[in-house]
Every structure is written in structure tokens, then in C-alpha cells.
């Protein structure tokens, strides 16, 4: 078992900046991506973000890259996703979660096993 524990939503205005941090404990090691998702209201879940615990490849959804970073620290057991520049349509349940998916699958959420519980951020105009 993996628990995931998501932190750092809240409330920011436009062009402003969050760090989420997801804080992984349990069978760990069994897993090698974590991924970001975000799911807005009346929207399906959406990959967001990406990253493999060994050798740091990352991966993307092409219209976040270059406002959203993803980054782990592996003694922590922990990854976390800077977010700058936020719009109002970033507004979302930001979610992460674990699992050893291949590549074609690393950015479905079908592709991941053990989910947090979710964490709000909300983008004002």
C-alpha cells in the first residue's frame, strides 16, 4: 500500500504562484512515476504532470510547460509541483498519484494506482 498526502492549495490571484507538495509513505519503492492531475468542476481529470523517481524524466501536458515545474526529493519521499503564472482556468482539485505505468499510459490517470485525497487551488481574476 501508498498513501499520498497533498499540500499547498489555497487561494492565489492571476499571475501569482503555489507549490504543491505530495508527501508519499508505505510500499514506495513498488512505484516508479508520480504524476499531477487536476480536475475542475463538471470537467474530466486531467494529466498535469510527471515524474519517475529514478533518473528525474519528466513529462509534461504540452499547454503547462514552461509555467509548471514537477520535482521530487527522494530522501523526503516527496514531489512537488511549482506552479507560477496561475490563470483562473488552472482552477482545479490538483490531485497526485503513483503507479509503475509505461510510457504511453504516463499521462492517463488509468496509468496510476494509488491516489491522494486531492487539494484545492483556486485562481482569482
Known amino acids: 500500500q501508498v498513501q499520498l498526502v497533498e499540500s499547498g492549495g489555497g487561494l492565489v490571484q492571476a499571475g501569482g504562484s503555489l507549490r504543491l507538495s505530495c508527501a508519499a509513505s508505505?510500499?514506495?519503492?513498488?512505484?516508479?512515476?508520480m504524476g499531477w492531475f487536476r480536475q475542475a468542476p463538471g470537467k474530466a481529470r486531467g494529466f498535469v504532470a510527471a515524474?519517475?523517481?529514478?533518473?528525474?524524466?519528466?513529462y509534461y501536458a504540452d499547454s503547462l510547460k514552461g509555467r509548471f515545474t514537477i520535482s521530487r526529493d527522494n530522501a523526503k519521499n516527496t514531489v512537488y509541483l511549482q506552479m507560477n503564472s496561475l490563470k483562473p482556468e488552472d482552477t482545479a482539485v490538483y490531485y497526485c498519484?503513483?503507479?509503475?505505468?509505461?510510457?504511453?499510459?504516463?499521462?492517463?490517470?488509468?496509468?496510476?494506482?494509488?491516489w491522494g485525497q486531492g487539494t484545492q487551488v483556486t485562481v482569482s481574476s
Open positions: 498519484a503513483t503507479g509503475s505505468p509505461g510510457e504511453l499510459r504516463v499521462v492517463t490517470a488509468t496509468g496510476y494506482e494509488y
Open positions: 508505505g510500499r514506495t519503492f513498488s512505484r516508479n512515476v
Open positions: 515524474i519517475r523517481w529514478s533518473g528525474a524524466t519528466t
